[in-house]
């Protein structure tokens, strides 16, 4: 599904006081950090191209799309990369689901400097590279305002000339701002927020929790 489609839900939604969500937004604070385990990385290995101001995971075929919202620097992010992403992501392995990430930059204004989107352009960088989940869940851990390059240190296989001079070069910067206006557009006032065919899913702290947000996703007909 395009995220066109979700962009004009989102709002309608947003427009009845319906989008709701319970994790980061202009008034919160940035991450915390959590644990990185390379060997348990959701959705590793699995297909990821860029589309437009998206990052798409999984089987551009399967039957059902979901899209996900996050900002990099997002401590509820980091949890739901621990929690509801697992169940998300094996879902997209079993060729269920596509995953849309809209990588937003917002926490930015909020908590000054330009973090969220220094490593939302490094995020891109990792997408070209095939290792977007992985840096995404080293990122996380690190609390998303750690320099790029040492987050990737931390990712076999993802340090080279062309990542490197991408992050230092800023070289998707047009790419973020992109994301940033397709989050803002969106109607979502926080982050993380999903979306499946269109309709928001995993309101609260089922978000947080892979058997309960497993159940979302079953509810929802994957």
């Not at 979700?6 to 644990?35: E, K, M, N, P, Q």
């Not at 979502?188 to 702290?205: A, I, K, L, Y």
Request: include cysteine.
């Amino acid at each position: 599904m395009p995220l066109r489609r979700t962009v004009r839900v989102a709002v309608a939604l947003a427009a009845a006081g319906a989008v709701a969500w319970a994790g980061c937004s202009a008034s919160s604070s940035a991450a915390v950090g959590s644990v990185y385990e390379p060997a348990a990385v959701p959705g590793a290995g699995l297909t990821t191209v860029v589309e437009g101001p998206k990052i798409v995971v999984g089987d551009a075929r399967a039957p059902h799309t979901a899209t996900v919202f996050v900002d990099p620097r997002c401590s509820y992010c980091a949890k739901f990369g621990e929690g509801g992403a697992v169940p998300l992501t094996q879902a997209a392995a079993d060729g269920k689901v596509r995953i849309e990430y809209v990588v937003a930059s917002f926490l930015d204004a909020r908590t000054g400097g330009t973090d969220s989107a220094r490593a939302a352009n490094a995020m891109r960088a990792a997408a070209e590279a095939g290792k977007f989940a992985e840096f995404q869940a080293a990122l996380f851990a690190g609390g998303g305002a750690e320099d790029p390059l040492k987050v990737a240190d931390r990712v076999e296989g993802l340090r080279g000339a062309e990542f490197d001079r991408a992050v230092r070069e800023d070289a998707y910067h047009d790419w973020v701002v992109s994301a940033e206006k397709a989050f803002e557009d969106s109607g979502v006032g926080g982050t993380p927020t999903v979306f499946v065919d269109g309709q928001q899913v995993g309101v609260g702290d089922a978000l947080y929790d892979q058997d309960a947000f497993a159940r979302v996703l079953r509810d929802a007909g994957l």
